[in-house]
Protein backbone atom coordinates (compact mmCIF):
# COMPACT_ATOMS: atom_id res chain seq x y z
CA UNK A 1 0.00 0.00 0.00
CA UNK A 2 1.21 3.52 -0.39
CA UNK A 3 0.65 6.21 1.95
CA UNK A 4 0.58 9.63 2.31
CA UNK A 5 -0.30 11.83 5.40
CA UNK A 6 0.31 15.88 5.21
CA UNK A 7 2.37 15.86 2.36
CA UNK A 8 3.57 19.27 1.27
CA UNK A 9 5.73 20.17 -1.44
CA UNK A 10 6.65 23.80 -1.52
CA UNK A 11 9.35 25.19 -4.68
CA UNK A 12 10.01 28.94 -3.02
CA UNK A 13 7.18 30.68 -3.39
CA UNK A 14 5.23 28.06 -5.39
CA UNK A 15 3.23 25.22 -3.59
CA UNK A 16 2.95 22.97 -5.49
CA UNK A 17 1.38 19.69 -3.12
CA UNK A 18 -0.81 21.06 -0.04
CA UNK A 19 -1.52 18.92 2.62
CA UNK A 20 -2.17 15.69 0.80
CA UNK A 21 -3.40 12.61 2.16
CA UNK A 22 -4.47 9.39 0.54
CA UNK A 23 -4.07 5.61 0.62
CA UNK A 24 -3.67 3.42 -2.64
CA UNK A 25 -4.61 0.11 -1.63
CA UNK A 26 -3.52 -3.53 -3.84
CA UNK A 27 -5.32 -5.14 -5.87
CA UNK A 28 -6.79 -2.31 -8.08
CA UNK A 29 -5.93 0.16 -10.19
CA UNK A 30 -6.08 3.75 -8.69
CA UNK A 31 -5.83 6.20 -10.92
CA UNK A 32 -4.60 9.07 -9.93
CA UNK A 33 -5.68 12.30 -11.90
CA UNK A 34 -5.44 16.22 -12.15
CA UNK A 35 -5.04 19.10 -14.79
CA UNK A 36 -1.34 20.20 -15.69
CA UNK A 37 0.21 21.64 -13.11
CA UNK A 38 -1.53 19.95 -10.09
CA UNK A 39 1.32 18.03 -8.38
CA UNK A 40 0.82 14.47 -10.05
CA UNK A 41 4.45 14.45 -10.48
CA UNK A 42 5.89 16.08 -7.66
CA UNK A 43 3.88 13.94 -5.80
CA UNK A 44 4.88 10.63 -7.31
CA UNK A 45 8.40 12.20 -6.59
CA UNK A 46 8.08 12.30 -3.15
CA UNK A 47 6.46 8.64 -3.10
CA UNK A 48 9.88 7.57 -3.99
CA UNK A 49 12.01 9.41 -2.38
CA UNK A 50 13.24 11.66 -5.85
CA UNK A 51 12.21 15.01 -3.76
CA UNK A 52 11.87 15.79 -0.23
CA UNK A 53 8.30 16.19 1.47
CA UNK A 54 8.27 20.37 2.64
CA UNK A 55 5.99 18.22 5.61
CA UNK A 56 4.22 15.31 5.67
CA UNK A 57 5.07 11.64 4.87
CA UNK A 58 4.70 9.05 2.11
CA UNK A 59 5.33 5.37 2.95
CA UNK A 60 5.35 2.52 0.85
CA UNK A 61 4.48 -0.69 3.13
CA UNK A 62 4.36 1.54 5.96
CA UNK A 63 8.18 2.85 5.06
CA UNK A 64 10.04 5.94 3.65
CA UNK A 65 10.90 4.59 -0.12
CA UNK A 66 14.45 5.17 0.77
CA UNK A 67 14.23 3.05 4.19
CA UNK A 68 12.59 0.26 2.13
CA UNK A 69 14.56 -2.92 1.84
CA UNK A 70 15.87 -3.68 -1.60
CA UNK A 71 13.34 -1.02 -2.48
CA UNK A 72 13.89 -1.84 -6.34
CA UNK A 73 12.22 -5.73 -5.57
CA UNK A 74 9.35 -4.56 -4.01
CA UNK A 75 8.65 -0.89 -5.85
CA UNK A 76 8.61 -0.37 -9.91
CA UNK A 77 7.96 2.95 -11.42
CA UNK A 78 7.94 4.41 -14.62
CA UNK A 79 8.53 7.98 -14.54
CA UNK A 80 10.08 9.29 -17.42
CA UNK A 81 10.54 6.87 -20.16
CA UNK A 82 13.33 9.03 -21.61
CA UNK A 83 15.74 8.39 -18.45
CA UNK A 84 17.90 5.92 -20.74
CA UNK A 85 21.33 5.63 -21.57
CA UNK A 86 20.29 6.32 -25.74
CA UNK A 87 23.61 4.80 -26.42
CA UNK A 88 22.95 1.45 -24.82
CA UNK A 89 20.42 -1.01 -26.24
CA UNK A 90 17.32 -2.17 -24.47
CA UNK A 91 18.96 -5.27 -23.00
CA UNK A 92 22.13 -3.17 -21.83
CA UNK A 93 19.75 -0.73 -20.06
CA UNK A 94 18.01 -3.86 -18.64
CA UNK A 95 21.37 -5.43 -17.34
CA UNK A 96 22.44 -2.93 -15.78
CA UNK A 97 19.64 -2.12 -13.65
CA UNK A 98 19.70 -5.80 -12.72
CA UNK A 99 22.57 -6.32 -12.10
CA UNK A 100 22.78 -3.01 -10.00
CA UNK A 101 19.74 -4.70 -7.98
CA UNK A 102 20.80 -7.89 -7.78
CA UNK A 103 18.59 -8.99 -10.12
CA UNK A 104 19.15 -12.21 -12.08
CA UNK A 105 19.90 -11.77 -15.81
CA UNK A 106 17.19 -14.19 -17.33
CA UNK A 107 14.60 -11.53 -15.65
CA UNK A 108 15.89 -9.21 -18.10
CA UNK A 109 14.59 -11.55 -21.48
CA UNK A 110 11.51 -12.20 -19.06
CA UNK A 111 10.76 -8.63 -19.34
CA UNK A 112 11.34 -7.89 -22.60
CA UNK A 113 9.40 -10.67 -23.71
CA UNK A 114 6.44 -8.92 -21.54
CA UNK A 115 6.70 -5.65 -22.95
CA UNK A 116 6.97 -7.31 -26.50
CA UNK A 117 10.44 -5.77 -27.14
CA UNK A 118 12.59 -8.90 -27.34
CA UNK A 119 13.03 -8.59 -31.28
CA UNK A 120 14.80 -5.00 -31.05
CA UNK A 121 16.25 -5.71 -27.49
CA UNK A 122 19.63 -5.47 -29.39
CA UNK A 123 19.22 -2.02 -30.04
CA UNK A 124 19.95 1.20 -29.08
CA UNK A 125 17.55 2.90 -27.74
CA UNK A 126 18.17 6.16 -28.97
CA UNK A 127 15.97 4.68 -31.80
CA UNK A 128 13.78 4.17 -30.23
CA UNK A 129 9.55 5.38 -31.02
CA UNK A 130 7.95 7.38 -27.98
CA UNK A 131 6.20 4.05 -27.62
CA UNK A 132 9.06 1.58 -27.90
CA UNK A 133 10.48 3.91 -25.61
CA UNK A 134 7.20 3.41 -23.17
CA UNK A 135 7.59 0.03 -22.92
CA UNK A 136 11.63 0.28 -21.98
CA UNK A 137 10.41 2.33 -18.87
CA UNK A 138 7.56 -0.15 -18.31
CA UNK A 139 10.42 -3.14 -18.71
CA UNK A 140 12.24 -1.24 -15.93
CA UNK A 141 9.47 -0.94 -13.55
CA UNK A 142 8.89 -4.62 -13.98
CA UNK A 143 12.74 -6.04 -13.70
CA UNK A 144 12.32 -6.42 -10.01
CA UNK A 145 8.83 -7.42 -10.08
CA UNK A 146 7.56 -5.33 -7.66
CA UNK A 147 4.16 -5.64 -5.43
CA UNK A 148 4.11 -1.95 -5.82
CA UNK A 149 3.94 -0.05 -9.35
CA UNK A 150 3.71 3.16 -9.98
CA UNK A 151 3.57 4.55 -13.74
CA UNK A 152 3.36 8.48 -14.49
CA UNK A 153 1.39 8.89 -17.97
CA UNK A 154 2.38 5.51 -19.09
CA UNK A 155 0.53 5.84 -22.58
CA UNK A 156 1.97 8.55 -23.36
CA UNK A 157 2.77 8.36 -27.18
CA UNK A 158 1.44 4.54 -27.78
CA UNK A 159 -1.08 3.82 -30.84
CA UNK A 160 -4.09 2.60 -29.63
CA UNK A 161 -2.71 -1.39 -29.56
CA UNK A 162 0.09 -0.06 -27.28
CA UNK A 163 -2.72 1.78 -25.32
CA UNK A 164 -5.03 -1.45 -25.20
CA UNK A 165 -2.11 -3.53 -24.32
CA UNK A 166 -1.24 -1.19 -21.16
CA UNK A 167 -4.49 -1.20 -20.10
CA UNK A 168 -4.55 -4.67 -19.78
CA UNK A 169 -1.05 -4.89 -18.11
CA UNK A 170 -2.52 -2.58 -15.38
CA UNK A 171 -5.51 -4.54 -14.63
CA UNK A 172 -3.77 -7.75 -14.67
CA UNK A 173 -0.69 -6.56 -12.58
CA UNK A 174 -3.60 -5.44 -10.15
CA UNK A 175 -5.61 -8.51 -10.35
CA UNK A 176 -2.58 -10.11 -8.98
CA UNK A 177 -3.13 -8.65 -5.78
CA UNK A 178 -0.54 -5.70 -6.48
CA UNK A 179 -0.37 -1.78 -5.82
CA UNK A 180 -0.89 0.05 -9.27
CA UNK A 181 -0.61 3.67 -9.04
CA UNK A 182 -1.54 5.21 -12.56
CA UNK A 183 -1.15 9.19 -13.70
CA UNK A 184 -3.10 10.43 -17.01
CA UNK A 185 -4.68 12.69 -18.33
CA UNK A 186 -6.40 10.49 -20.88
CA UNK A 187 -10.26 10.49 -18.92
CA UNK A 188 -11.87 8.07 -21.20
CA UNK A 189 -8.71 5.72 -20.49
CA UNK A 190 -8.90 6.12 -16.73
CA UNK A 191 -12.62 5.41 -17.41
CA UNK A 192 -12.02 2.02 -18.72
CA UNK A 193 -8.65 1.28 -16.41
CA UNK A 194 -9.11 2.42 -13.33
CA UNK A 195 -11.65 0.87 -10.95
CA UNK A 196 -10.27 4.14 -7.94
CA UNK A 197 -9.35 7.23 -8.25
CA UNK A 198 -7.58 10.08 -6.64
CA UNK A 199 -8.37 13.47 -7.84
CA UNK A 200 -6.33 16.33 -7.00
CA UNK A 201 -6.22 20.36 -8.11
CA UNK A 202 -3.64 22.26 -7.38
CA UNK A 203 -1.76 19.99 -5.36
CA UNK A 204 -4.93 19.69 -3.05
CA UNK A 205 -7.30 16.52 -2.84
CA UNK A 206 -10.40 16.97 -4.58
CA UNK A 207 -11.80 13.29 -4.53
CA UNK A 208 -10.80 9.71 -3.49
CA UNK A 209 -13.46 7.50 -4.59
CA UNK A 210 -14.62 4.83 -7.38
CA UNK A 211 -14.73 5.39 -10.91
CA UNK A 212 -18.32 4.82 -10.49
CA UNK A 213 -18.89 7.06 -7.82
CA UNK A 214 -17.04 9.79 -9.03
CA UNK A 215 -19.05 10.04 -11.73
CA UNK A 216 -22.24 9.85 -10.27
CA UNK A 217 -21.49 12.73 -7.49
CA UNK A 218 -20.12 14.89 -10.31
CA UNK A 219 -22.47 14.47 -13.23
CA UNK A 220 -25.73 13.86 -11.24
CA UNK A 221 -28.08 12.63 -13.84
CA UNK A 222 -29.40 15.43 -15.63
CA UNK A 223 -32.37 15.72 -18.73
CA UNK A 224 -31.34 17.86 -21.21
CA UNK A 225 -34.77 19.52 -22.99
CA UNK A 226 -35.14 21.25 -25.85
CA UNK A 227 -38.13 23.92 -26.52
CA UNK A 228 -38.62 25.83 -29.97
CA UNK A 229 -35.58 27.66 -30.36
CA UNK A 230 -37.60 30.28 -32.51
CA UNK A 231 -39.92 30.69 -29.23
CA UNK A 232 -37.79 31.95 -26.05
CA UNK A 233 -40.75 32.59 -24.35
CA UNK A 234 -41.82 28.55 -24.25
CA UNK A 235 -38.18 28.15 -22.85
CA UNK A 236 -39.34 30.95 -19.68
CA UNK A 237 -42.18 29.09 -19.19
CA UNK A 238 -41.08 26.03 -18.52
CA UNK A 239 -37.86 26.99 -16.55
CA UNK A 240 -40.23 28.90 -14.10
CA UNK A 241 -42.63 25.61 -14.15
CA UNK A 242 -39.46 23.61 -12.93
CA UNK A 243 -38.19 25.81 -10.57
CA UNK A 244 -41.81 25.73 -9.07
CA UNK A 245 -41.52 22.38 -9.17
CA UNK A 246 -38.25 22.14 -7.06
CA UNK A 247 -36.55 21.09 -10.03
CA UNK A 248 -33.44 23.33 -11.55
CA UNK A 249 -32.81 24.30 -14.85
CA UNK A 250 -29.47 25.98 -16.36
CA UNK A 251 -29.16 26.88 -20.17
CA UNK A 252 -26.36 24.83 -22.15
CA UNK A 253 -24.64 26.77 -24.79
CA UNK A 254 -26.29 25.76 -27.21
CA UNK A 255 -29.90 26.80 -26.21
CA UNK A 256 -31.23 23.89 -24.34
CA UNK A 257 -31.89 23.20 -20.69
CA UNK A 258 -30.11 21.08 -18.44
CA UNK A 259 -32.64 20.16 -15.69
CA UNK A 260 -32.02 18.18 -12.66
CA UNK A 261 -34.01 17.14 -9.54
CA UNK A 262 -36.47 15.98 -11.57
CA UNK A 263 -37.10 12.41 -13.35
CA UNK A 264 -38.20 12.62 -17.02
CA UNK A 265 -42.00 12.10 -16.82
CA UNK A 266 -42.23 14.63 -14.14
CA UNK A 267 -40.20 17.21 -16.44
CA UNK A 268 -42.73 16.20 -19.66
CA UNK A 269 -46.11 16.71 -17.43
CA UNK A 270 -45.00 20.30 -16.55
CA UNK A 271 -44.24 21.00 -19.83
CA UNK A 272 -47.61 19.61 -20.97
CA UNK A 273 -49.46 21.43 -18.32
CA UNK A 274 -47.47 24.59 -19.04
CA UNK A 275 -48.66 24.16 -22.84
CA UNK A 276 -44.86 24.04 -24.04
CA UNK A 277 -44.28 22.20 -26.95
CA UNK A 278 -41.09 20.03 -26.16
CA UNK A 279 -38.29 19.25 -29.08
CA UNK A 280 -35.92 17.23 -26.69
CA UNK A 281 -36.56 15.18 -23.51
CA UNK A 282 -33.76 13.30 -23.22
CA UNK A 283 -31.58 11.45 -20.38
CA UNK A 284 -28.07 12.10 -19.64
CA UNK A 285 -25.21 10.22 -18.14
CA UNK A 286 -22.06 12.68 -18.11
CA UNK A 287 -19.27 10.24 -19.07
CA UNK A 288 -15.77 10.39 -16.36
CA UNK A 289 -14.20 13.05 -18.94
CA UNK A 290 -17.51 15.14 -18.16
CA UNK A 291 -17.50 13.97 -14.16
CA UNK A 292 -13.63 14.98 -14.40
CA UNK A 293 -13.77 18.64 -16.00
CA UNK A 294 -16.68 19.86 -13.37
CA UNK A 295 -14.89 18.40 -10.51
CA UNK A 296 -11.53 20.05 -11.71
CA UNK A 297 -12.70 23.30 -13.41
CA UNK A 298 -11.94 25.46 -10.53
CA UNK A 299 -8.37 24.35 -10.02
CA UNK A 300 -6.90 24.33 -13.74
CA UNK A 301 -3.77 26.95 -14.27
CA UNK A 302 -3.53 26.85 -17.59
CA UNK A 303 -6.56 27.61 -19.92
CA UNK A 304 -7.34 28.42 -23.17
CA UNK A 305 -9.01 31.94 -23.62
CA UNK A 306 -11.69 29.99 -25.99
CA UNK A 307 -12.14 27.14 -23.25
CA UNK A 308 -15.06 24.56 -23.49
CA UNK A 309 -15.68 24.55 -19.82
CA UNK A 310 -17.14 28.12 -20.28
CA UNK A 311 -20.08 26.58 -20.56
CA UNK A 312 -20.18 23.96 -17.64
CA UNK A 313 -22.31 24.29 -14.72
CA UNK A 314 -21.59 25.90 -11.42
CA UNK A 315 -19.83 23.02 -9.66
CA UNK A 316 -22.40 21.81 -6.68
CA UNK A 317 -21.45 23.15 -3.70
CA UNK A 318 -19.12 20.48 -1.22
CA UNK A 319 -17.46 19.67 -4.27
CA UNK A 320 -14.69 21.73 -5.13
CA UNK A 321 -15.18 24.85 -3.68
CA UNK A 322 -12.75 27.89 -4.00
CA UNK A 323 -10.16 26.61 -1.68
CA UNK A 324 -10.08 22.89 -2.40
CA UNK A 325 -11.19 22.28 1.12
CA UNK A 326 -12.17 18.48 1.09
CA UNK A 327 -14.23 16.24 -0.53
CA UNK A 328 -17.12 16.33 1.31
CA UNK A 329 -19.13 14.38 -2.00
CA UNK A 330 -21.49 11.79 -1.74
CA UNK A 331 -20.72 8.57 -2.21
CA UNK A 332 -17.19 9.44 -1.91
CA UNK A 333 -15.16 6.27 -0.38
CA UNK A 334 -13.54 6.84 2.85
CA UNK A 335 -10.71 8.77 3.25
CA UNK A 336 -9.49 8.05 6.76
CA UNK A 337 -7.89 11.93 6.05
CA UNK A 338 -11.34 13.25 4.94
CA UNK A 339 -11.77 15.39 8.05
CA UNK A 340 -8.61 16.59 7.79
CA UNK A 341 -8.78 17.51 4.12
CA UNK A 342 -12.05 19.22 5.07
CA UNK A 343 -10.51 21.27 7.91
CA UNK A 344 -7.75 22.81 5.71
CA UNK A 345 -9.80 25.37 3.41
CA UNK A 346 -6.34 26.86 2.56
CA UNK A 347 -8.50 29.48 0.24
CA UNK A 348 -6.85 30.67 -3.13
CA UNK A 349 -3.22 30.75 -3.32
CA UNK A 350 -2.69 28.18 -0.40
CA UNK A 351 -1.90 29.38 3.41
CA UNK A 352 1.03 30.30 4.40
CA UNK A 353 4.27 28.44 4.37
CA UNK A 354 4.36 25.98 7.45
CA UNK A 355 8.26 25.75 8.92
CA UNK A 356 10.36 23.49 6.23
CA UNK A 357 11.25 19.94 7.92
CA UNK A 358 14.71 18.37 7.07
CA UNK A 359 13.66 15.22 4.97
CA UNK A 360 15.80 12.51 6.54
CA UNK A 361 17.00 11.31 2.90
CA UNK A 362 18.74 13.94 1.56
CA UNK A 363 19.09 14.77 -2.20
CA UNK A 364 16.87 13.19 -4.90
CA UNK A 365 17.87 9.54 -6.07
CA UNK A 366 17.33 8.39 -9.74
CA UNK A 367 14.48 6.16 -9.72
CA UNK A 368 12.57 6.69 -13.08
CA UNK A 369 12.36 3.82 -15.07
CA UNK A 370 12.50 3.54 -18.44
CA UNK A 371 9.09 2.54 -20.68
CA UNK A 372 7.48 -0.41 -22.18
CA UNK A 373 6.41 -1.92 -25.80
CA UNK A 374 4.94 -4.80 -26.27
CA UNK A 375 1.99 -7.88 -26.83
CA UNK A 376 -1.12 -8.04 -24.34
CA UNK A 377 0.53 -9.90 -21.40
CA UNK A 378 -1.75 -13.33 -22.26
CA UNK A 379 0.20 -14.75 -19.30
CA UNK A 380 0.72 -13.38 -15.39
CA UNK A 381 4.36 -12.02 -15.59
CA UNK A 382 6.98 -14.73 -14.34
CA UNK A 383 7.70 -14.42 -10.50
CA UNK A 384 11.57 -13.32 -10.44
CA UNK A 385 13.95 -15.34 -8.63
CA UNK A 386 14.59 -15.14 -5.25
CA UNK A 387 16.88 -12.18 -3.95
CA UNK A 388 20.39 -13.00 -4.12
CA UNK A 389 21.30 -11.57 -0.29
CA UNK A 390 25.01 -11.61 -1.24
CA UNK A 391 24.25 -8.37 -3.32
CA UNK A 392 24.68 -5.29 -1.38
CA UNK A 393 21.35 -3.54 -1.31
CA UNK A 394 21.56 -0.34 -3.89
CA UNK A 395 18.57 0.93 -3.57
CA UNK A 396 19.90 4.10 -5.48
CA UNK A 397 20.34 1.96 -8.72
CA UNK A 398 17.55 3.47 -10.44
N1 LIG B 1 11.63 21.52 -9.38
C1 LIG B 1 10.65 22.43 -9.40
N2 LIG B 1 10.90 23.73 -9.12
C2 LIG B 1 9.91 24.64 -9.11
N3 LIG B 1 8.62 24.36 -9.38
C3 LIG B 1 8.32 23.10 -9.68
C4 LIG B 1 9.31 22.06 -9.71
N4 LIG B 1 8.69 20.89 -10.02
C5 LIG B 1 7.38 21.18 -10.19
N5 LIG B 1 7.17 22.51 -9.99
C6 LIG B 1 5.87 23.18 -10.06
O1 LIG B 1 4.97 22.50 -9.23
C7 LIG B 1 3.69 22.42 -9.83
C8 LIG B 1 3.28 20.97 -9.94
O2 LIG B 1 4.06 20.37 -10.97
P1 LIG B 1 3.91 18.83 -11.35
O3 LIG B 1 4.89 18.57 -12.45
O4 LIG B 1 4.00 17.99 -10.15
O5 LIG B 1 2.42 18.80 -11.91
P2 LIG B 1 1.71 17.67 -12.78
O6 LIG B 1 0.35 17.52 -12.21
O7 LIG B 1 2.56 16.45 -12.85
O8 LIG B 1 1.64 18.39 -14.18
P3 LIG B 1 1.50 17.74 -15.66
O9 LIG B 1 0.20 17.05 -15.70
O10 LIG B 1 1.53 18.95 -16.53
O11 LIG B 1 2.67 16.83 -15.85
C9 LIG B 1 3.81 23.13 -11.18
O12 LIG B 1 3.36 24.45 -11.02
C10 LIG B 1 5.27 23.11 -11.46
O13 LIG B 1 5.66 24.20 -12.24
Not at 146 to 168: A, H, K, Y
Not at 284 to 303: I, K, W
Amino acid sequence: MIEAVGLTKRYGAKTAVYNLSFQVRPGTVTGFLGPNGSGKSTTMRMILGLDAPTSGTATIAGRPFRSLPNAPRQVGALLDAKAVHGGRSARAHLLSLAQLSGIPARRVDEVLGVVGLQDVAGRRSKGFSLGMGQRLGIASALLGDPQVLLFDEPVNGLDPEGILWVRNLMKQLASEGRTVFVSSHLMSEMALTAEHLIVIGRGQLLADMSVKDFISANSADFARVRTPDSEPEQREKLTAAIGEAGGQATPEPDGALRVTGLPLPRISDLAHEADVRLWELSPHQASLEEAYMRMTQGAVDYRSTSDPRAGLQEVPAGYAPPGYGGPGVPGQMPNPYAQQAAGAVPGPGYPPPAPAQGHPYGAPAPYAAPHPYGQPPAAPMPPAAPVDQTVPHTEDAR
